[in-house]
Nanobody, 124 residues
């Protein structure tokens, strides 16, 4: 079992930045592919970014490419999402996820563990 806890959400103006953090506890988080998803009410959970176990390769949704950066610190069992040039359409609850699969993937069905979510609100 892996427990995931997100932090760092909040209210920011358009064009601003936020950094989300996700702490993993339980079985070591370094064995898992880690990802970020987001969801707004009435819509399906949407893939944002994912990173390999080693941290070498990352995958991004087209909507955030060039603005968001995912990173991880396996020594601390942490994963981060640096969000720059935020837009109102980035407003959502952001979820941290972990997958036991070896490849980085964009489907929420491929992730085994989820955090409780942290709200990000971008005002125009």
């Amino acid at each position: 079992q892996v427990q995931l806890v997100e932090s760092g959400g909040g209210l920011v103006q358009a064009g601003g930045s936020l950094r989300l953090s996700c702490a993993a506890s339980g079985r070591t988080g370094s064995n898992y592919v880690r990802g970020w998803f987001r969801q707004v009410p009435g819509k399906e959970r949407e893939f944002v970014a994912a990173i390999r176990r080693s941290g070498g390769n990352a995958l991004y949704a087209d909507s955030v490419k060039g603005r968001f950066t995912i990173s991880r610190d396996n020594a601390k069992n942490m994963v981060y999402l640096q969000m720059n040039s935020l837009k109102p359409e980035d407003t959502a609850v952001y979820y941290c996820a972990a997958s036991t699969r070896g490849l980085i993937m964009s489907s929420s069905n491929d992730y085994n563990y989820w955090g409780q979510g942290t709200q990000v609100t971008v005002s125009s």
